[in-house]
């Protein structure tokens, strides 16, 4: 739905009041909303929290240009006529970003550098993660592919032992990447996110939920 030019997501549930909520890290407007309400009250709704929306939704964007640029180091610059953040010159069915609208996007590319610099610092942990993870998990991938993603840090087919790993990782804090592998080579007992999945997740990596939060914080390249 559009309500004066701004995207909102709606979803109606079987509850008595409406809830309006940001979604990180790209400022998604999401509304849940009784199944019988009126849309023109959704619509008055979120007109008369105009100003709240645009407040929180401008300090998202601080926040996701802050994790930008400390991600990438020295290796960005301003992207004329983008108007946020871009580099320099010319990338998982599973943990996802949480961004399915893109309100304020940055407008990214990837440099040869980066790509290298990104595989460089992933291959150079996975030995030591995958010694250290394959015991207590009890399973391996058989393969680990480095990609660029859009939307999502990384995903696993269990079928077959793949885990694919968004190359992103390899600019961001170790913990991150640790904590995505954890998550995926989880995947290779568990398929979804039910209560299997989340109990060996607590068993294996304790702080998890908080690393994921952390993690959902940071904008996708």
């Not at 802050?66 to 992207?79: A, C, E, N, P, T």
């Not at 580099?87 to 996802?96: I, K």
């Not at 595989?119 to 399973?139: D, F, H, T, Y």
Request: hydrophobic share 40%; glycine share 10%.
């Amino acid at each position: 739905m559009k309500i004066d030019g701004l995207e909102v997501q709606v979803v109606r549930k079987p509850i008595k009041n409406m809830y309006l909520r940001i979604k990180p890290p790209n400022g998604v407007v999401m509304i849940s909303a009784p199944r019988r309400m009126a849309e023109q009250t959704i619509i008055d709704f979120v007109r008369d929290r105009g100003p709240w929306i645009d407040n929180h939704r401008r300090r998202m964007a601080l926040a996701r240009e802050r994790s930008v640029i400390g991600s990438l180091g020295d290796s960005w610059q301003r992207g004329a006529g983008h108007g946020g953040v871009g580099l320099a010159s010319g990338g998982f069915d599973g943990v996802n970003n949480g961004s399915s609208v893109a309100t304020d996007n940055a407008a990214l590319t990837w440099t040869k550098e980066l790509r290298e610099r990104a595989s460089a610092n992933i291959n150079a942990q996975l030995p030591a993660l995958l010694a250290k993870w394959g015991p207590i998990v009890g399973r391996t991938p058989t393969h680990i592919t480095l990609r660029v993603m859009t939307s999502r840090w990384g995903s696993c087919t269990p079928r077959t032992g793949r885990v694919r790993l968004n190359l992103q990782l390899g600019l961001m804090e170790p913990q991150f990447l640790e904590y995505v592998l954890v998550h995926e080579m989880t995947h290779l007992w568990e398929s979804g996110h039910g209560t299997g999945f989340q109990r060996r997740m607590t068993t294996y990596l304790p702080n998890w939920k908080a690393l994921r939060r952390d993690l959902n914080r940071r904008v996708v390249l």
